[in-house]
């Protein structure tokens, strides 16, 4: 069965403080893995999208990283502001489908 | 920057009552997704569409759930009788090729009484 885990399930973090979150998935025969930023009762923005062949994919201060043979991911913050406060989902495609995480709501203090 | 619109962005419906959710996917984009979340819940994939045809779908896409790409622009789900369970926001998304960044419109909430 397709599944994706996320850890933490939540974090809270002073202002500019650097962080880690963590994606893992069972099945390796991944299309591609994108990781989201949800806000309360508003739709999914995609951050970062990285190809199966790919290592990483960095955005300003976001870098993401993937381990297929592993099957992991991380995202990593730099420099942590409050409007980075959102819940992150990493999702994996498979064919025609994005199989989510439950994500890591995160809350950065000012 | 172009982007996902549905509509409505709330609709409370009765329990047996047809509901169809709207979309606007992004004018150059091929490849059409509704995806639902129960509160609390992950965000789960219910079908895929491309060239007017069903790609995939999820368990979950029932007999009771259809898609339809009426014109040029729209894209719809219609749910024919509604349960309490599919209580959900419902979040449209679209991409111009697959293997590429998938844009998410805001979703429609959609609450069965």
């Known amino acids: 069965k397709q599944e994706v885990t996320q850890i933490p399930a939540a974090l809270s973090v002073p202002e500019g403080e650097n962080l880690v979150l963590n994606c893992s998935f069972t099945?390796?025969?991944?299309?591609?893995l994108q990781w989201f930023r949800q806000d309360p009762g508003k739709g999914l923005t995609s951050l970062l999208l990285?190809?199966?062949?790919?290592r990483e994919q960095t955005s300003g201060r976001l870098n993401a990283s993937l381990d297929k043979s592993s099957g992991r991911s991380t995202l990593y913050i730099a420099a942590s502001q409050p409007g980075d406060s959102a819940t992150y989902l990493c999702?994996?495609?498979?064919?025609?489908?994005?199989?989510f995480g439950a994500g890591t709501i995160l809350r950065v203090k000012s | 920057e172009p982007e996902v619109t549905q509509t409505p962005s709330h609709q409370v419906t009765q329990m047996g009552q047809e509901v169809i959710l709207r979309c606007v996917p992004i004018s150059n984009h091929l490849y059409f997704y509704w995806y639902r979340q129960i509160l609390g819940q992950k965000v789960e994939f219910l079908v895929s569409f491309y060239n007017n045809e069903i790609s995939e779908k999820s368990e979950i896409f029932d007999d009771q759930f259809s898609v339809e790409r009426p014109d040029g622009s729209n894209f719809t789900l219609k749910i024919r009788s509604t349960k309490l369970e599919d209580s959900a926001m419902y979040f449209c998304?679209?991409?111009?090729?697959?293997?590429?960044?998938?844009?998410f419109g805001s979703g429609t909430q959609l609450s069965v009484l």
């Open positions: 099945d390796s025969a991944i299309y591609n």
């Open positions: 999702a994996v495609e498979y064919g025609n489908k994005l199989v």
């Open positions: 990285i190809q199966s062949s790919q």
């Open positions: 998304a679209s991409a111009r090729q697959p293997n590429e960044k998938l844009f």
